[in-house]
Structures are given as C-alpha cells and as structure tokens.
C-alpha cells in the first residue's frame, strides 16, 4: 500500500450520515480523509449536538430483517462490507422488534470517537460556504438535507439546475414514566421476538372508533406551521409524510397505516381495538418513547394538546415536540455518472441524501460506495460498482440514471429497484409474495459476498 503521507486528503464535506460512512471507508483504504462539519460553528434548524452521524429524526433504521425486507437486505450488504454505521448501530441497538433501532446519543458518540481517533482523519470544524479550489482536487459533498444557503447556491450555480426540495418532518419524543400503563401496554406486533428485543419492545395506546374519529378531526383543526413564501410549493417525501396531512387525505387512512391494530392485543379490555398509537423506545436505559409514524408540522401547542387526547398520553411530558426542515436534493440521474461525480466537474462527488436517496441506512450506504470510489481513484485503480442485484448496487443504478430526471424524486430501498427474477414454483408458476422477497434477498447477497472475494482477490494479486 502506497504510505499515506505520499496521497493527497480526500475532503468530505458535511460529517452525517454519509459523510463518516465515506471517511471510514476511504481511511480504511489508506487514504487520507479531512471532514469539513460546520457544526458548532453553525447550527441547523433540526440538528441539536455537534456530533457526528447525529440522528435527527427518528431512531430506527427500520427492519433489519436480510431474509425478505429490502432495508434488511442493505443492513447486511453493509455490514459486509466493514460499515462504520451499521457496526456502531449493532452496537448500540435498542430492542425494537424486527427493527434495528438504536441509542441515539451514544451511537452519535461512539461513531465521532472513533473517527476523532483515526490516524488518517482530521476533522475541521468551519461551515464551507462555496465550492473548493482546484486545489482540492477530490471532494465529497455530503451535505445531507440541511445543505447551507451558500453552499446550495453554488452547487446550482455549477450544476445549472434548480434545487429540488421537499419537507422532513420530525415525530415527537416522550419520558416513558408519564405514560399510563394501566391504559397502555407493551407488545410488539405478533408477539415477534428478535435479538434485541423480547417481543414486547412496543408501548401500544389503543382507540375506540369514537376516540378514533375524534382524534382525526382534532389534528385535521390543529393549528398548523406557516411555510416561507418560498417553501409553500415544496412537495412531501410520501415515506415521511406529517401526521395530519395523512389523516386528510381520508379519514380511515391512519387505522390502515401507522395506527392500525392488527397483530395486538389489549390486556387491559375485551372491547375491540378500532386504532393503536404505538411508541418505539428511544434510548438504551428505557426513559425516552418516540411515537411511530407521528412526524407532524403542527405548532407546539396544538402538539401538546392533540397528543394528550390519546388514551395513555393525557399527562404525556414531551422530551421533544415533532418539528419540520426543508431538505434539498439534486437531479443526480442528470447531473452524476455511474461512481456518483458531477457530469461537467469530475472532481466533485456527491453522497447521501442530496443525491436523492432517502433514509439513514441508504445515505450511509451511498456514503459507503463514493467513500470507496474516491479512494480508489486516489490509489490509482478503477471504482469497483456493485453488482446491479444488490441493494447497494439497485440504489446506486436507481439514483444514477435509472430514475427519469423529469420526474426524479427522493426514494428508499425497496425491492422494486432490484432486477426481475425469474423462479417459478413446481406448478410452473411464478412465485410472488414473500418467496420472491426472498429470492431477491438471497440474490443480493449471494452476490455481494461473491463481488467482496474477488475485490479482495484483484487486491492481492
């Protein structure tokens, strides 16, 4: 391996979720990494530390199922692959059922020690305010979704397109000792046991349909958040869609979505559960819950009063009230080529979120690939992509030229990116359902451990 002090830093700039992931990625290759985090210096509207790979919104990095859920799928894929973020998450999971959810303080801190203390990384704490010099000839924009004012305005004036947009918003966080457990209980869905939880990793507040029905017209009235002027356009990510803006477009929307009761059981009542507002724990002593599903944009007090009309919750003390941020993304199936550089400024990459990915787990693992890429051009070798059959690889494609420009929007992993299949049952019929998930999650990654060989391989040769 070519010393280290012979290879120019790459610079990264922004130190989340992609960002660490790609730092670790490229020091663990032997080259040198510098992360250009602008906080303390300058705050954001939704982050509260200065630490790095800091989870803003929810604590979950959803299922962590590899047999049959695509999110699960890319968790492994990662871990394969020797992720900074999936190693810490494991470390630092809390029980959530079949999800892999974490303590987000601790997580946040063990992942900024451990990249404070890498030989090859220097972390710099100042907000970058415009694109770098040629003399930063390898960079890394990993600004997530709250990318600065100054900075967006020079990746449009670079890229020549508008910023696309859309709104994030932030579920509320409550101390689990003014919860009413004799309302309440702990379940988790099916009674499903995982290695981190006991099947009863879930706080569970039930409904009837009256309550229900009341609940609804409640958040429909509730006083809402004004936008900008400039911001009242900006469309919603349908995976992070606000609470109430579910609960109008129908109003049985919220009992068929984050709030429907099946595979739960009220020990409290014989009477039928028509809803269920379920809470995931959300530090590892067991104190804080957030409420599933409950992103929301309604101002604080409304918040306060809403939420304390379901049943379990009505002395509820909020550790944080739901919030919401602008995020910002770039039209990257025009814009980026296959290892994710700008088209007409090749010592540009782009990471994570404002490449239009969405969720913790897929910006990480955009993180991972471009971390990879950019070392590897450092080294003198050629990017190795993933296989197309793999979650990373189906990702990468999606965002990269696959997804139609015109119509491009933020997406999470899903099965639906992933190349056809075709296996066929002994009648001669093609499988659907969860064989067929699992026939994709057993194609992912039975390929991504091939493509990790022979990289090591090529390596050794």
């Known amino acids: 391996m070519t010393h280290s002090t012979d290879i120019k830093p790459i610079h990264i700039i922004g130190g989340g979720m992609a960002g660490a992931e790609a730092a670790w990625q490229a020091a663990s290759m032997g080259v040198p990494v510098t992360i250009h985090e602008m906080r303390p210096v300058k705050k954001t509207d939704a982050h509260k530390t200065d630490g790095l790979a800091e989870l803003v919104c929810s604590n979950s990095f959803r299922s962590d199922d590899k047999e049959a859920n695509a999110v699960g799928v890319l968790h492994e894929e ?191 009542s014989e009477e039928r559960t028509y809803a269920v507002v379920q809470l995931r724990q959300d530090n590892k002593m067991g104190t804080l819950f957030n409420i599933v599903g409950f992103q929301t944009k309604m101002k604080y007090g409304a918040q306060v009063e809403v939420f304390r009309s379901i049943p379990g919750l009505e002395n509820a003390e909020f550790a944080r009230l739901g919030g919401i941020h602008r995020n910002t993304f770039i039209n990257s199936p025009k814009l980026l080529d296959e290892t994710l550089r700008l088209k007409n400024r090749t010592s540009i990459r782009f990471a994570g979120q404002i490449t239009g990915c969405e969720g913790y787990v897929e910006s990480a693992s955009i993180g991972l690939m471009v971390g990879r890429f950019a070392a590897a051009e450092r080294l003198g070798l050629i990017p190795a992509i993933p296989p197309r059959t793999t979650a990373m690889g189906s990702l990468l494609s999606h965002i990269t030229g696959e997804a139609n420009p015109d119509t491009f929007q ?52």
């Open 410 to 461: 933020p997406m999470n992993i899903n099965f639906g990116l992933f190349p056809d299949i075709d296996i066929f049952n002994a009648k001669g019929k093609r499988i659907k359902g969860l064989e067929r998930k699992k026939a994709y999650a057993a194609r992912a990654l039975e390929d991504m451990a091939a493509w990790i060989k022979e990289q090591s391989t090529q390596k050794a040769a």
């Open 78 to 268: 990662m871990r394969l692959n020797n992720s900074i973020i999936i190693g810490k998450a494991d470390k630092h999971a809390l029980p959530a059922g079949g999800a892999l959810a974490v303590d987000r303080d601790t997580f946040s801190q063990d992942v900024t020690e451990t990249l404070e203390s890498h030989p090859l990384i220097t972390i710099d704490r100042a907000e970058v305010q415009s694109l770098p010099s040629d003399e930063w000839d390898s960079v890394i924009i990993a600004t997530g979704p709250l990318t600065s004012t100054p900075l967006a305005e020079a990746i449009q004036e670079v890229t020549g397109e508008d910023a696309l947009a859309f709104f994030d918003a932030l579920a509320p966080i409550v101390h689990k000792d003014s919860i009413d457990m004799s309302k309440a209980w702990m379940q988790s869905r099916y009674d499903k046991v995982t290695a981190h939880g006991n099947g009863k990793d879930y706080i569970n507040c039930p409904m009837t349909k009256d309550e229900y029905y009341t609940f609804i017209d409640a958040l429909i009235a509730a006083e809402k958040m004004e936008f900008k002027e400039w911001e009242k356009n900006t469309p919603y990510f349908e995976g992070c869609m606000p609470i109430e803006v579910m609960a109008e477009r129908g109003p049985q929307t919220l009992s068929f979505g984050p709030m429907k009761p099946v595979g739960l059981t009220n020990p409290h």
